[in-house]
C-alpha cells in the first residue's frame, strides 16, 4: 500500500509560481509513475503532468506544458510540481496519483491517490 501527501498549495497572484510536492510512504517508490491531476469547481478532474519511474520522461497536458515541469527525488521518495506564470484557468485542487510501471494520462489507470492540495490564483 502506498499512502501520498500532498503540500506546497496556497493563494498566489498571476504571473506568480508554486511548487507543489507529493511525498510518498514506502520503499518501492521508483517502480511508480506518478502523475498530477487537477480539478477545478464544476469540472472533471484533467491530466496535468506525468513522470516515469526513472525521472527520465514526462508528459505534460498542451494547457501547462510551456509553464510546468515536473520532477522527482527517489532518495526522497517525493514529486514536484514547479508551476510557472499562473493564471487563474490553473485554479484547482491537486492532486498527486502513483500506478506501478508507466504513466497514463487517464486518471482511472491509477492506483494511488493523494488528499489534494488547494491553489488559488488570484487576478
Known amino acids: 500500500q502506498v499512502q501520498l501527501v500532498e503540500s506546497g498549495g496556497g493563494l498566489v497572484q498571476a504571473g506568480g509560481s508554486l511548487r507543489l510536492s507529493c511525498t510518498a510512504s514506502g520503499r518501492t517508490f521508483r517502480a511508480y509513475a506518478m502523475s498530477w491531476f487537477r480539478q477545478a469547481p464544476g469540472k472533471e478532474r484533467e491530466f496535468v503532468a506525468s513522470i516515469s519511474g526513472s525521472g527520465e520522461i514526462a508528459n505534460y497536458a498542451d494547457s501547462v506544458k510551456t509553464r510546468f515541469i515536473i520532477s522527482r527525488d527517489n532518495a526522497k521518495n517525493t514529486m514536484f510540481l514547479q508551476m510557472n506564470s499562473l493564471n487563474t484557468e490553473d485554479t484547482a485542487v491537486y492532486y498527486c496519483?502513483?500506478?506501478?510501471?508507466?504513466?497514463?494520462?487517464?486518471?482511472?489507470?491509477?492506483?494511488?491517490w493523494g488528499q489534494g492540495t488547494q491553489v488559488t490564483v488570484s487576478s
Open positions: 496519483a502513483g500506478r506501478y510501471y508507466t504513466p497514463s494520462r487517464r486518471d482511472g489507470d491509477y492506483d494511488y
